[in-house]
C-alpha cells in the first residue's frame, strides 16, 4: 500500500527524515566472557545490578526529520526538528528518537509499537560486505492494526531505519496530505 501511494502524484509524505546518527558504546567489549564468570561465579548481576553484566541504554541516535510544520496543511510551512535518544541498540535508539521528533506533531504514534525485528543476511558468501534484509512488525495498540515493513541495505543500520521510516509513515498514510510540496 505504501509503494502505490509513494507513486501516486501528488502524495506528500507526513515527514522526511534529514539526517540521523547512530552510536554504540560499550566499556567491556569482551561481553561473552564476562557473562560466562558471571554465570559461573554463581551472579546474576554485576556490581551496578545489570542483569548478567548487560548495561542499558548502550546506544545513542539523533534523528533531524522535517515535516509540515501546520498538521491541517493549511499553508506549506515546514517544521525541522531534531531529537537525540538512547536505547539498548541503535535501532531501539533510532525507533524512540524518532518516535519523540514525530509525536508532537502526530500524537496518534504514541499508540505505535514495535512488535518484531528480524534480520537476514542474503548473500552470506559477501561476509561482512553483505546485504541485510530488515523486517519490523509494528502495531497500532488503540486500533489493534498489524503492518510490516521490510529494507534491504548493505549497511544494517540503514536497513533498520529505512524499515522504520515505512512503518511510521504507514501509521500516518491517513493524515498525510495530498499535495505538491518539494521538501528539497
Not at 551472579?43 to 553484566?53: A, C, E, F, I, V
Not at 548495561?55 to 525541522?80: C, G, I, Q, W, Y
Amino acid at each position: 500500500e505504501l509503494m502505490i501511494l509513494h507513486s501516486t502524484k501528488g502524495y506528500c509524505p507526513p515527514f522526511r527524515v534529514l539526517d540521523y546518527t547512530a552510536q554504540v558504546f560499550d566499556t567491556n567489549v569482551d561481553s561473552a566472557s564476562r557473562v560466562m564468570a558471571l554465570m559461573e561465579n554463581g551472579q546474576h548481576s554485576n556490581d551496578n545490578g545489570d542483569r548478567l553484566g548487560f548495561s542499558r541504554n548502550m546506544a545513542r541516535a539523533t534523528v533531524k526529520v522535517r515535516l509540515l510544520d501546520d498538521p491541517n496543511h493549511s499553508s506549506e510551512e515546514f517544521l525541522d526538528r531534531l531529537e537525540v535518544s538512547e536505547g539498548d541498540g541503535p535501532v531501539d535508539a533510532l525507533a524512540t528518537a524518532l518516535k519523540k521528533a514525530l509525536s508532537p506533531s502526530h500524537p496518534c504514534l504514541e499508540n505505535l509499537r514495535l512488535m518484531d525485528y528480524k534480520v537476514r543476511i542474503l548473500d552470506p558468501e559477501s561476509a561482512t560486505r553483505a546485504a541485510t534484509r530488515v523486517m519490523i512488525e509494528f502495531k497500532d495498540d488503540e486500533t489493534n492494526e498489524k503492518w510490516s515493513t521490510v529494507s534491504v541495505d548493505r549497511n544494517i543500520i540503514s536497513a533498520s531505519l529505512n524499515a522504520l521510516v515505512d512503518g511510521f509513515e504507514y501509521a500516518l498514510k491517513d493524515v498525510a496530505a495530498t499535495c505538491e510540496l518539494d521538501f528539497e
